[in-house]
């Protein structure tokens, strides 16, 4: 076990106690398959405090990340869990975790910290490095910005996309031949719930349930996607809309039936992948022939979400640093807030227009009865 050697320090040695047995780690450590069972079990990450004297004010700990979820215990006292509730119904994995240790905790000579990791086959799983300081400090400098960045933000994304997604199916509904604002409806919507992911660690169904709606939103907030691009386009045709609908009916069956496996997760994105390049370069010569700024937009926000696609879709596969953020929920809403505020100034424009043609159309009707009328009055007939 790796021993601190004051209250201020970053911690990035531990020892594992696994199914594998014990052995000693560095920090960030990405556990091995053969360190807890494919369905789910518990692991123990053990690391040794020195204090040579007990602190005056709050000490704090802070791990940026715990995976799947993940409690505390100072001395063999517990102290607090990534969430409330039994480790294995909390995914803590997207959540910075900031330890508020109480005083009587701690004791003068080596504390031992344990960390008890619960971990399944369904993410990388393991312990981001430890520092250990005082409370006020590790808050102010350590957790607000990525507890902000990581969760409050996306918070914020998430109820930006069901506004939009609401106004948008009701234009729908109104606008019945433009099915842009259907196809971005449901993306939206899908987006919000997929951003769950992200951002709720104690979710109220299932576990299981609540991770095959979170991966089927995913699936089908991008078909959505590529059928608002073709709408906007005016170049949707039922050869396409009939396989990326289909596509969005039959991937939550399967993965449903998988049990959300994460190797047929990774499978059905690769068409996804191959289908909006294709799309993509196609894009690129209809927004030059028309050199409209809506599709330059769409189309540049199009490169943007393909490109962190694949390196989310790397990251899935195991690659990247286990401390690593997801790019495309931020590249998506991003993207639904580009297209919302562009297709909603587009409504706003056509009903100016429309108001300014009525007002036109009425003042002109006038003129015309205003010319009947004298057109028609007996001759030694006088108005004013």
Known sequence: MHAAKSTDSVIDQAELVSLAGKRKVELPNVLESQDFLPSGSRVRYQITVPLEQLPEKSLGIFVSKISLSGALYINGQFISSCDQGRLEDLRCLHKPNLFSTPTSAWRVGDNILEFVVFANARQPNGLSPVRVGLLDDLSENNYRFKQWIKIEFLVGFAWMSVVFGFLSLAVSLVLRKESAYLWFGISCISHALGLLN??????????????????????????????????????????????????????????GLSGTYRPVILAFFVPLLVFAIVLLVISVRWALQSRSPTKIITIGMGLLLLLSGILDWFRLLG???????????????????????????????????????????????????????????????YTL
């Open 319 to 381: 690659g990247g640093h286990f401390e690593g953020t997801y790019l495309f929920p931020y590249t998506y809403s991003l993207m639904l807030i580009t297209l919302g505020t562009l297709l909603f100034r587009n409504l706003a424009t056509s009903l100016k227009r429309s108001r300014e043609d009525r007002e036109q159309l009425e003042r002109r009707a006038i003129e015309r009865m205003a010319y009947e009328v004298t057109e028609h009055i007996p001759v030694g007939t």
């Open 198 to 255: 992200l951002t709720v660690s104690r979710p109220m169904i299932n576990v299981d349930l609540f991770t095959w709606l979170v991966f089927t939103s995913r699936l089908l907030a991008a078909p959505m996607a590529l059928l608002t691009m073709l709408a906007l386009f005016d170049k949707l045709r039922q050869w396409m809309l009939y396989p990326l609908l289909g596509f969005a009916s039959l991937g939550p069956m399967v993965l």
